[in-house]
């Protein structure tokens, strides 16, 4: 059995690289777990961009990892696909593209948040036709996925 310490360090890891290939394989311009480690320790935040290391912040504490260079297996990933940037009018907070991708991407990510424990909550940015105005996804288990379109919120039954 691997000492506490050689345990923490693989689950990281592995919520590393899962966050990486999950933000590659959706198009996602990045992915932020605020993982549930019981109510006697603070969350995790683990911030993955598509691209540069991945920030850990633990409390004050901050550590930086390189995700593409960590050997580990990442959790089961959700069917997921990177689709073009979503069409929006920033000023009305509204998508005119089809709703079908938003619907695709907000199930993928409810199915990764699921994967984590307690309170954990999973947000992930997609890029939109206004930089400006990227849609995050969020997503904890057993509750509505949460839609951001600029400073507007909508509740996404699914």
């Known amino acids: 059995m691997a000492p506490p310490a050689e345990e923490a360090r693989e689950l990281i890891a592995q919520l590393a690289v899962t966050l990486r290939r999950f933000v590659h394989a959706a198009g996602a311009l990045e992915a932020t777990l605020l993982l549930d480690q019981g109510a006697e320790l603070p969350a995790l935040v683990v911030e993955c961009p598509a691209v540069g290391p991945v920030l850990l912040a633990e409390g004050e504490e901050v550590v930086q990892l390189d995700a593409d260079r960590l050997a580990a297996e990442p ?33 993928a990510v409810r199915a990764l948040a699921e994967l984590f424990p307690g309170r954990s909550v999973l947000s992930v940015q997609f ?5 400006e105005t990227p849609l995050t996804i ?21």
């Not at 890029?127 to 930089?131: K, M």
């Open 75 to 107: 959790l089961p990933l959700p069917e997921v696909k990177a689709l073009p940037p979503f069409e929006v009018d920033a000023e009305r907070a509204q998508i005119t593209s089809l709703i079908g991708g938003v619907e695709h991407h907000a199930r």
């Open 127 to 131: 890029p939109t036709t206004d930089v």
């Open 138 to 158: 969020a997503a904890r288990a057993g509750e509505p996925v949460v839609l951001a379109l600029g400073e507007e919120t909508f509740e996404l039954p699914l």
